[in-house]
């Protein structure tokens, strides 16, 4: 099995913005946090005994400890940043797979589509030729020409439909030119040797939605702290320096805001609600992961259930049936209608099975999604392979 190209990742639309946006973040929390810069100011008197000069220079003294606050906000930002990085990889990896995985779908419904198609063309032949000798119904040679068309436009139909996989494959590989032989992925029949609570134990360490709520609710705790913090004035001093031309004096300066106007309060109140949204936002996506991997187990379950009833009973009794219509067309006991409903029903039943391990496959990386990494599954050969 051709394993992904780190590389095929990195051009992945949102893995580039994910990781411009964790370079932003990073670069920002390295100045977080930072005393601001001092001030300098100068004044020149101009009076009758000659000119006179100040200088002061003040510098903020934070007594509230909001730049403790500003640098746990950037740290928070930064592992949000990287957090979104980190999905946007699991889901260029998950979009891959799965467009691997449709293009053998898609090669091998073809496959069994134009089988379908050459077998209906056939039968169609052996129809004219009994109309020809007088021997078979023209309704049934009309409905036996009328099926052999309609397989063949669903033959060209899947032609389309591997062009098109094809396409979007080479799409997310940065290919747009054919320039190598595209990976697939073989459809095989899958097995879970994992069950809900274990999904759910590993998606509480590695899935990345649950990581950000989290972290978004302490995004919001320190944003509420910095807001409190914000409410303490800060201090300004510095020295001094004052000069007539004749005696130099030195002192100190001093200032404090007056929050006459804007005490800050409106401010924290904001960043209370939003902690408690952030808190609500947590919990709604804890109970939306639980829910979301049972449902994506139960449906693995049922898939599997379907599959096997498939491949044990539907699949085998189509080919037997279709086998005894070979030989009964032979002896002439049934018409080619009968014969070609028979090989029908065995066609149909290998695109069901190609249906559901298609969902099966969709199903496990949707469940991949959720838990945050690759789900252990029992080997199986492969049920099915794609001719290129």
Sequence with gaps: MRE???RALDQHPDV???????????????????????????????GEEGEEYEIAMQAALPLGGRLGAERQLARLELALARSSLRAARQTARIELELAMTRLTWARVRRDHLEELATQSDQYAGYAREREATSVADPLEVSLVLADAAQDRRAALR??????QAEWDLRQLLGQTVEISPLPSRPLVGLRLSENAAMLLEGAREQCESWRQADLMLQHAEWDAARASRERIPDLLIGPAVASDGVKTSLGLVLGWELPLFRSGSGAYREALARRDAAHGALALEARAVRARIE????????????????????????????????????????DVLHLLSAHRASAQSKLEI??????????????????????????????????P
Aim: overall charge negative; cysteine-free.
């Design 4 to 6: 992904i190209d780190p």
């Design 16 to 46: 580039i913005a994910a990781r411009a946006r964790a370079a932003a973040a990073e670069a920002a929390s390295a100045e977080s946090g930072s005393w601001p810069n001092p001030e300098l100011d100068g004044r020149v008197l101009f």
């Design 158 to 163: 899947s032609l389309h439909d591997v062009t």
């Design 295 to 334: 449902t994506l187990v139960s449906r693995l379950r049922t898939l599997e259930a379907e599959l096997q009833a498939l491949t044990r009973d539907a699949a085998p009794a189509a080919e037997r049936a279709f086998a005894l219509a070979q030989n009964r067309y032979a002896a002439g006991r049934i």
């Design 354 to 387: 190609l249906d559901v391990l298609l969902a099966q496959r969709m199903t496990l990386l949707d469940l991949e999604g959720v838990v945050g990494r690759p789900i252990r599954t029992d080997p199986t050969p492969p049920i099915m392979e794609a001719n």
